[in-house]
């Protein structure tokens, strides 16, 4: 399946888009959860883009980087949302001392920031999200890497193609 690319011009576009994506995402039937790595440079916009799914399922209070703590958790009605930087990540071991294994269930959805720093120890990705630079604007590309990937694509594909 070709992925889906989006011209992002600013900040607003993108935490739209973001909510978009979670509406469909968390709609996936799934027993294990549906697990993104958001991949860009520093400054790319993989925040905000966290930010506007997290917002866009309901969330409506302040969403922080997770820098910091590696990880910040979003408890919704139906879905948790775990939000993961691992940029300061010294060693992939680390994540099993985090119980890494728990976050990956049913009702999770995974956002992950930097994941290669996690290889070895992470699942794979259902969906990949590559952000570019585009001079001052960004580059979206969704690419689908599973069965529930291609799902949340198709939909996509269909949402931002009709008019809204
Ligand atoms: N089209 C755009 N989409 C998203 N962010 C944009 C866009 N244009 C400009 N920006 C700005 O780019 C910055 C993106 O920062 P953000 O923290 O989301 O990046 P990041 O990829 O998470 O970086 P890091 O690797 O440090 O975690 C923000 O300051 C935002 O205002
Ligand atoms: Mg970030």
Redesign the pocket.
């Known amino acids: 399946m070709e992925a889906f690319n989006q011209y992002?011009?600013?900040?607003i576009?993108?935490c739209r888009f973001g909510a978009k994506l979670m509406q469909i995402a968390s709609n996936i039937p799934t027993d294990n959860g549906i697990i993104i790595y958001l991949n860009?440079?520093?400054?790319?916009?993989?925040?905000?883009?966290s930010r506007g799914m997290i917002q866009g399922l309901g969330y409506s209070g302040k969403v922080k980087?997770p820098?910091y703590t590696l990880v910040e958790e979003y408890h919704l009605t139906e879905k948790s949302i775990y939000h993961f930087?691992l940029?300061r990540l010294s060693d992939p071991e680390e994540l099993e001392f985090m119980g890494i294994r728990d976050y990956f269930n049913a009702q999770s959805i995974c956002l992950i920031?930097?994941s290669e720093k996690g290889r070895g120890l992470l699942p794979p990705a259902d969906l990949i999200i590559n952000?570019d630079y585009v001079d001052?604007?960004?580059n979206v590309a969704l690419l689908p890497n599973s069965r529930e990937g291609k799902q949340i694509l198709q939909l996509m594909k269909q949402i931002i193609s009709s008019p809204s």
Do not use: H, Q
């Open positions: 992002i011009p600013d900040e576009t993108m860009g440079d520093l400054g790319a916009g993989k925040t905000t883009l980087s820098t930087d940029y920031e930097w952000i001052d604007a960004r």
